[in-house]
């Protein structure tokens, strides 16, 4: 599990400074204004998104849910907060939910991701199953949760 959690970190600190290198002039994702957690979207978390996604899919968790937001957030990490933060990070053995601030930024990140990663956007979230125990979820497991994700997307709206 350290090893899964340590790699997951690893990974979300490199694609973090490959996302926030890009510059003004580059793919700008939102106004000029920062995400903050004050600013955090009201309704659905990520952390509630795994709870909910646990449910749908029939299981107590999807497995050793940690809070990895520092990985993909340079506020969350103590820097200068960066307009393609991500608001939340819960890496599970299952998948990792990223949170953003708005379904745009979210796509940047699903764009900008290795093409041979499976990313998928919900709205303002992303699933990516990068982590090595997360490589082994089905196919069929991770459409489900992709539609299970999207079911509460749509019911907290």
Known sequence: MRTRTTTAAVTGAALL???VACGPADE???????STPSSQPAGLTAKAAAAGLADATGVKDLGDPKDNTAGCSQEAAGEEPHANDCTALITTDTVSIYEFGTPKVAAHWVK???KDADWRQVDRFALAFGARDQALTSDERRDELEQALGDLVAKDQ
């Open 112 to 114: 900008e991701m290795p």
């Open 17 to 19: 400074l490959a996302l």
């Open 28 to 34: 700008q994702t939102t106004e000029s204004k920062p």
